[in-house]
């Protein structure tokens, strides 16, 4: 089985730029969450999605999107970056569905340096 | 707005005692609690959770205690060990509302003195 990953490791870029980040989620999971986890804080959720609709999202502006692909691989895509937009940005799958909660297993994160 | 608060940026126990790592609350809706703990260069791993219908989980050396009426929660690691040195983050789901969003506190650094 194997599990959560993302790329790249690492990226930098400049003010103004465009930036795509990658997920595959882990084997049979059908939902990928993305979370922002900003210098000495805690992750804070962007968005979600569930079978290739967006399912929820956090108080992130429009120039944050995502996709997810029929595979439930995703993407995360950043316009107009920011200084602030400097972050790890996680990952997480898990099995969607219902209302209870379903454990979320998260990638090792894509470190963002906005220049 | 921090709906979730570790008021503890780090603790230092030493090897072989109690580690309790404490989080607070202020939304109502969470009714799903998670504890998480990372190392440097890796994601999260999930640890231990409890629901808002217990007061109580335990899982080998960790336990989750979970005080509704002061909206406090708190986990206990017994004996604490080097290898748990991380950051631990405490976690709330509002699961009622369908999409599993998590929201996290900052992190409590834990070291563990061998």
């Known amino acids: 089985e194997t599990g959560v990953t993302q790329s790249p490791t690492h990226l930098i870029k400049t003010r103004g730029q465009q930036v795509t980040l990658r997920c595959s989620s882990q084997s049979g999971h059908n939902t990928v969450s993305w979370y922002q986890q900003a210098l000495g804080q805690g992750p804070q959720f962007i968005f979600q999605?569930?079978?290739?609709?967006?399912?929820g999202r956090g108080n992130f502006p429009p120039r944050f999107s995502g996709l997810q692909f029929p595979n439930y691989s995703s993407e995360l895509n950043v316009n107009a970056l920011e200084l602030d937009d400097s972050a790890l940005y996680l990952c997480a799958s898990s099995l969607g569905g219902g209302r209870s909660y379903n454990e979320q297993f998260f990638g090792p994160g894509t470190r963002l340096t906005v220049l | 707005d921090q709906q979730v608060k570790q008021n503890s940026p780090s603790l230092s126990v030493q090897e072989g005692r109690i580690s309790i790592l404490n989080c607070d609350y202020t939304?109502?809706?969470?009714?799903?609690f998670l504890w998480y703990k990372k190392y440097p260069a890796e994601g999260p791993t999930f640890l231990i959770s409890?629901?808002?219908?217990?007061d109580k989980n335990e899982d080998g050396r960790f336990t989750v205690f979970l005080n509704k009426s002061a909206k406090h929660l708190s986990l206990h690691i017994v004996p604490s060990q080097p290898g748990d040195s991380a950051v631990y983050f405490c976690a709330a789901s509002p699961s009622r509302e369908y999409g599993n969003k998590l929201v996290f506190g900052a992190g409590t650094i834990l070291r563990v003195k061998s």
């Open positions: 939304n109502s809706m969470f009714d799903y």
């Open positions: 409890i629901s808002s219908i217990k």
């Open positions: 999605y569930y079978r290739e609709e967006e399912n």
